[in-house]
């Protein structure tokens, strides 16, 4: 497992600052848009405070429940570390104060309710501003807050139906399909967190704090990129084709002879020629219906049926080692198994961490690489309200030290 910037219970055991060291993030996310957000801000050096309900942010009781008893799932483990959590009742007076009081002295907020909601509670952008200038106030929700949608609850399946991200996954035989993970859940936090660092940089030359809003139908719509141009160019939607792709050919997954699945595509010539070369069938190379991609396209059914007739003669491990000297543009599609028992995964995106009921757990490392830094990986996932009578005291009042 990688071991990056690590830190047990702020512990340090070594390592350069890390680029968001000093920033402090008021949290008041559920769920997965917006979570992850702050999560990579903390794993960047933030201070993140994540401010739940008594009943504990929604996403703990979201998914199989990892022990009995303990208010936490396995989605919530996957969003959380690198959080301090504490719990605030936001409908009332103290609960309501002490969020004002933390966010008086919080670098970032940000939230994911439906629009309209922080400014009921008192603690929207014009009334934290008023009191923090220099405040960086993320919104994540479904919709713009101008939309015609935006008092409409949504989660991600919601936003790829109407979006139109559903009609671009799947095939003619399953209709229209959503993706197998969350996409919109995890890209619309992905580009808010570009947006909030964007706007600590322009505090950063203006000494002026800002709203970032980030809407998930809109990020929905600008991940089709590329295939919106398509449909601009052409007015037709891309054909829903599985794992074919609608212009290239070939571009599918073939069987092999023990059943195994290989994805291929060549959508250049060269790849077209070092996969003929590889496959060892010079009618195939020959063939004047496939010499061009346009004419494949055609030919597509022809290509496909070679090309799969060619791939199910010889068991999954000879191919690998066939296509990987050739120089074949392709993949094995892999279990889970076989993805984190390997090691350029297991050694550089799986970390272990000490969770305080549930021992070591895995967690997905960071991705993001720096220069000159690593990733902090300091605190596990938190118990609901662990960190509370660390940041508030008895009376509910936010202590001097709340903030590290």
């Known amino acids: 497992m990688c071991s990056g910037h690590i830190a047990i219970y702020g512990q340090e055991l070594g390592g350069p600052m890390l680029p968001l060291e000093g920033i402090r993030v008021l949290d008041f996310t559920q769920m997965v848009a917006g979570a992850l957000s702050t999560m990579l801000l903390g794993d960047l050096g933030a201070d993140v405070i994540k401010i739940e309900p008594p009943e504990g942010d929604a996403m703990r009781r979201t998914g199989n429940t990892a022990v009995e008893g303990l208010v936490e799932s396995e989605a919530s483990l996957s969003l959380s570390r690198n959080k301090r959590s504490i719990i605030l009742d936001l409908k009332s007076a103290a609960g309501k104060q002490a969020a004002l009081d933390l966010a008086a002295q919080a670098d970032i907020v940000v939230e994911n309710f439906r629009p309209g909601t922080m400014d009921k509670l008192g603690l929207g952008y014009d009334e934290l501003s008023k009191r923090n200038p220099r405040l960086v106030f993320c919104a994540v929700a479904g919709f713009r807050p101008d939309s015609r949608y935006a008092k409409r609850p949504a989660l991600d399946q919601v936003i790829q139906a109407l979006s139109g991200l559903m009609q671009l996954n799947g095939s003619e035989e399953s209709g229209p399909m959503r993706t197998g993970f969350p996409f919109v859940d995890v890209f619309s936090p992905t580009l808010a967190t570009i947006g909030i660092m964007a706007a600590l940089r322009r505090r950063d030359l203006t000494g002026e704090g800002g709203r970032v809003d980030m809407s998930m139908m809109d990020a929905a719509i600008f991940g089709m990129i590329p295939r919106e141009g398509y449909y601009f160019m052409t007015g037709e939607t891309p054909a829903r084709m599985g794992n074919k792709h609608y212009q290239v050919v070939p571009c599918e997954s073939y069987s092999t002879a023990d059943d195994r699945q290989i994805q291929i595509i ?33 030919n597509r059914d022809v290509v496909d049926e070679w090309v799969g007739r060619l791939i199910r003669s010889r068991p999954m491990v000879e191919w690998l080692e066939c296509f990987e000297k050739a120089g074949v543009l392709f993949a094995p599609v892999r279990t889970l198994d ?27 490392a960071n991705p993001i690489n720096i220069s000159g830094c690593d990733t902090l990986y300091e605190l596990p996932p938190p118990m609901l309200g662990e960190h509370t009578r660390d940041v508030i005291d008895k009376d509910g009042k936010v202590l001097p030290g709340a903030w590290r």
């Not at 250049?268 to 494949?296: C, G, I, M, V, Y």
Request: no cysteine.
């Open 266 to 298: 060549a959508h250049q010539e060269k790849f077209w020629h070092t996969l003929t070369d590889a496959l060892a069938d010079p009618e195939l190379a020959a063939d004047p219906r496939f010499s061009t991609n346009a004419l494949r396209v055609e």
């Open 338 to 364: 076989e993805v984190f028992s390997d090691p350029e995964v297991r050694d550089h995106m799986v970390i272990g961490v000490e969770h305080p009921q549930l021992g070591t757990i895995n967690l997905l």
